[in-house]
């Protein structure tokens, strides 16, 4: 069965940096596009970003330039770059494949 693992939130002051990983099994990784979401406190889960099998990259306009998405086909493995981080990307963070979304991992931006 599909199976999504995030990890790598925290507690980060406005400014600062995370990485997110999303450990993937039980599909063709490889072969799959790969997305980020964020739910943010009292509101609905957004699409954020996604790599596609051919590594090209998409981003909602208020990450774009400071979050970078990419995947190592080797360690199944999806990544979020997070830079520049503001208060407003204080949310739960979710990878996802097709219909699919893994447990998600906090992010809190605050000083």
């Known amino acids: 069965d599909v199976q999504l693992q995030a990890s790598g939130g925290g507690l980060v002051q406005p400014g600062g940096s995370l990485t997110l990983s999303c450990v993937c099994s039980g599909f063709d990784f490889s072969r799959s596009s790969m997305s980020w979401l964020r739910q943010a406190p009292g509101k609905e889960i957004m699409w954020i970003s996604t790599?596609?099998?051919?590594?090209?990259?998409s981003y909602l306009d208020p990450v774009k330039g400071r979050f970078t998405i990419s995947r190592d086909n080797a360690k199944n493995t999806l990544y979020l770059q997070m830079d520049d981080l503001a208060p407003a990307d204080t949310a739960v963070y979710y990878c996802?494949?097709?219909?699919?979304r893994g447990r998600g991992t906090l992010v809190t931006v605050s000083s």
């Open positions: 996802r494949v097709g219909s699919v």
């Open positions: 790599i596609y099998h051919n590594g090209q990259t």
